[in-house]
C-alpha cells in the first residue's frame, strides 16, 4: 500500500514539474500580452493574473504590476480589476510582515467587493484579513474573519475554496499547541484537497500536519510530512511554503539531536526566505538558530541570531505598527457601523414609505369611490328630471294632466 501511494506521490511530482514549466510559459505569454495591450480592462486583468503568478518567485516585480494593475482599474472605473489588485497587494505586504499595510489593502479589496457582490471576492478577503490578524497575535479578530469566509463559501457551494478555511483554523489552533482540534482541521484539509487535486493546499496540509506530528513528539511522523509538504511546494515554485518547511525540517532535525543537518536546512530556509523578503519566516528562523547554536554550545553564535532575533520582532510589532493597524481597523468598524446605520434607517425608510403609501392609497380609493357615488348620484338626479320634463311636455301634448 505505501509503494502505491509512493507512485502516485512520484506521478504528481513529474505532472507538478511539468506544470512549472506550463507556468513560466504562462508569464512569458502574459508579459507579451501586456505589451499589446491597450489602456483597457483587458489590460487590467492581464497586470493581475501576471503579478498574481509572481507574487511568491518575485514579489516585487508583482507589486508593481498589481500597483499598476489598480491605477489602471480607478482610471477605467473597473471595481472588479481594482479589487484583485488591491488583493495582491494585501498578500505582498502581508508576506513582508507589513500587517498594517496588509489589513488596509484587504480592506479595501473587501470593501469593493461588498459593494458590487462578489461573494467569492468577499470571502477570500476575509480570509486574507484573517491571516494578517492571525500572524500579528489577534486570534479572535482572526477567527471571526476566518469563520465570516467560510459562511460566505458555504453560502455560495464553493466546496473547494474551504479547505483554506480549515487550514487557517487549524493554524491558529497549532499556534495555541491545541494538536487535537489541529488535528481534525488539518486532516479535513488534507482529504478535501486530496478530492479536489489541489496541491497547494495538500502542501500545506501536510505541513500543518507535521507540525501536530512535531507537537507530540512523533518525530518520524513529522519528518514524513514535512517532506512531503517541501517536495510538493519545490515542485510549486512556492518561495513561501519552500521556507516554513525547510524551517520544520531543520527543527525537527535539531530536536533529534542532529545540529549538522538542522542548520543545514535553516540556512537553506534563510537563502530562500532572505530572497523573497518573507520577514515573518526570517524572524522565527534567527530564534531556531539562535537554538540551534545553543544545542552546538556556541553560545556567541547563538547571541548573534537572538539580537537578530530581537531586532526583527521589534521591526514587525512595534508600536507605530500596531498603531497603524489598529487605526485602520477601528477606521472599518466605523465604516461599517454607520453602512449598517445608512442601512437601518434606509429600511426604517422604507417601512414608513411604504405604510404612507397604503394610507394614501386607502384615501385614493375611498376619495375616489365617494367621488363616484357623488357622479353617478347626480346623474341619476339629472336622468330622473330630464325624464320628468319629458312627461311633463308630453302630457302637454296629449292633454293629460299628471299634476
Same mark, same amino acid.
Given at each position: ?107 479595501? %479589496?473587501?470593501? @469593493?467587493? +461588498?459593494?458590487?457582490? &462578489? *461573494? ?7 480570509? $486574507?484579513? =484573517? !491571516? #494578517? ?95 512531503? %509538504?517541501?517536495? @510538493?511546494? +519545490?515542485?510549486?515554485? &512556492? *518561495? ?7 524551517? $520544520?525540517? =531543520? !527543527? #525537527? ?151
Amino acid at each position: 500500500m505505501k509503494s502505491f501511494f509512493r507512485n502516485i506521490f512520484c506521478a504528481e511530482l513529474i505532472f507538478l514539474m511539468c506544470a512549472h514549466l506550463y507556468a513560466q510559459h504562462v508569464n512569458d505569454s502574459l508579459g507579451r500580452l501586456i505589451l499589446k495591450d491597450a489602456e483597457d480592462t483587458s489590460k487590467v486583468v492581464h497586470l493581475n493574473k501576471l503579478a498574481w503568478l509572481l507574487r511568491s518567485s518575485a514579489p516585487d516585480s508583482a507589486m508593481q504590476l498589481a500597483m499598476k494593475a489598480q491605477m489602471l482599474a480607478v482610471k477605467l472605473n473597473f471595481d472588479k480589476g481594482d479589487a484583485d489588485a488591491y488583493n495582491t497587494i494585501g498578500v505582498i505586504h502581508y508576506r513582508k510582515g507589513e500587517y498594517a499595510q496588509a489589513a488596509s489593502a484587504h480592506f479595501s %479589496a473587501l470593501n @469593493i467587493r +461588498e459593494m458590487i457582490g &462578489d *461573494k467569492q471576492g468577499v470571502a477570500f478577503s476575509y480570509i $486574507n484579513l =484573517g !491571516n #494578517v490578524f492571525s500572524d500579528e497575535g489577534s486570534d479572535s479578530i482572526a477567527l471571526d474573519n476566518y469563520q465570516h469566509a467560510s459562511e460566505m463559501l458555504s453560502s455560495i457551494g464553493d466546496e473547494k475554496k474551504i479547505p483554506i478555511v480549515y487550514l487557517d483554523i487549524c493554524s491558529i489552533y497549532l499556534a495555541e499547541k491545541n494538536y487535537k482540534d489541529g488535528l481534525t482541521y488539518a486532516l479535513r484539509a488534507r482529504d478535501a484537497a486530496v478530492r479536489a487535486q489541489d496541491s497547494t493546499v495538500l502542501a500545506e496540509a501536510c505541513n500543518n500536519l507535521g507540525v501536530v506530528f512535531d507537537g507530540r513528539e512523533n518525530f518520524a511522523a513529522a519528518m514524513e510530512q514535512f517532506t512531503t %509538504a517541501w517536495k @510538493i511546494s +519545490e515542485a510549486l515554485d &512556492d *518561495k513561501m511554503s519552500m521556507t516554513d518547511n525547510a524551517m $520544520n525540517i =531543520g !527543527n #525537527v532535525f535539531r530536536e533529534q539531536h542532529d545540529i549538522t543537518h538542522a542548520l543545514e536546512w535553516h540556512f537553506k530556509a534563510e537563502n530562500i526566505g532572505r530572497s523573497i523578503s518573507y520577514l515573518e519566516a526570517l524572524r522565527e528562523l534567527y530564534d531556531d538558530l539562535s537554538k540551534d547554536y545553543i544545542a552546538k554550545k556556541n553560545f556567541e553564535e547563538a547571541y548573534v541570531y537572538q539580537v537578530r532575533f530581537k531586532e526583527l520582532s521589534d521591526s514587525l510589532f512595534n508600536d507605530e505598527n500596531t498603531s497603524a493597524l489598529n487605526s485602520i481597523t477601528e477606521k472599518w468598524d466605523n465604516d461599517r457601523k454607520e453602512k449598517d446605520l445608512l442601512q437601518k434607517q434606509k429600511a426604517d425608510f422604507d417601512r414608513k414609505f411604504s405604510a404612507m403609501r397604503l394610507e394614501q392609497d386607502t384615501w385614493i380609493i375611498a376619495g375616489g369611490t365617494l367621488f363616484a357615488l357623488i357622479f353617478f348620484g347626480i346623474i341619476f338626479t339629472l336622468r330622473r328630471k330630464l325624464k320628468n320634463a319629458q312627461l311633463i311636455i308630453l302630457s302637454k301634448e296629449d292633454g293629460i294632466n299628471t299634476e
